[in-house]
């Protein structure tokens, strides 16, 4: 959680396709929570996707005609709903319950930060967010040249100091626990 705001700041890992962001989101969501905080994440797609299989109860609720769909246990709870539009993540925020940091994978053209992972390999001679107001971190093993602090893909620390320190973090659980002892 943002500790002057309140709210958990949104902040999209962007790139080309094969560059490595489901990678790094892997990487540094364990890191994050390692630390004592707690992360939402959303995924990106620009095409439909199903994320129930066919036969199961929910499937055949949706599909029969509901609107929402939820899965419950005492462990997940999943949820499929119609939209119509494509949300931004600030809009899907009041969905995230009770998280410190909201990490995207996509959204680059959205106005939250950025952080572009690079690799030349993978295409394109340059970062795609070169010039980008929104961009605030590097991640790539390239040598380039940007006016943004750059990490190697190998350091997931860093990486997350940066988050905490240039967002402001404070996870939850200390905050509640300050909160009650107080």
């Given at each position: 959680?943002n ?62 005609g ?78 380039v ?31 509640q ?6």
């Amino acid at each position: 959680m943002n500790s002057k705001t309140n709210k958990p700041p949104i902040i999209s890992v962007v790139g080309l396709s094969g560059t490595g962001k489901t990678t790094l989101l892997e990487r540094l969501i364990p890191e994050l929570t390692r630390r004592g905080f707690r992360v939402g994440t959303v995924k990106h797609h620009r095409h439909r996707f199903e994320m129930d299989r066919p036969g199961k109860d929910s499937w055949r609720h949706k599909h029969a005609g509901a609107s929402v769909a939820i899965v419950s246990s005492p462990y997940h709870i999943g949820m499929i709903m119609d939209v119509d539009h494509d949300h931004r993540p600030d809009e899907l925020t009041p969905l995230l319950c009770s998280v410190d940091i909201i990490l995207t994978e996509g959204y680059k053209q959205d106005y939250n930060p950025k952080i572009e992972v690079f690799r030349p390999k993978a295409g394109g001679g340059e970062p795609i967010l070169k010039g980008d107001a929104h961009l605030v971190a590097l991640v790539s093993d390239a040598k380039v040249d940007l006016d943004v602090p750059k990490f190697s893909t190998d350091d997931i620390e860093a990486l997350a100091d940066f988050l905490i320190d240039n967002f402001n973090l404070t996870p939850t659980a200390l905050t509640q626990h300050l909160e009650a002892a107080s």
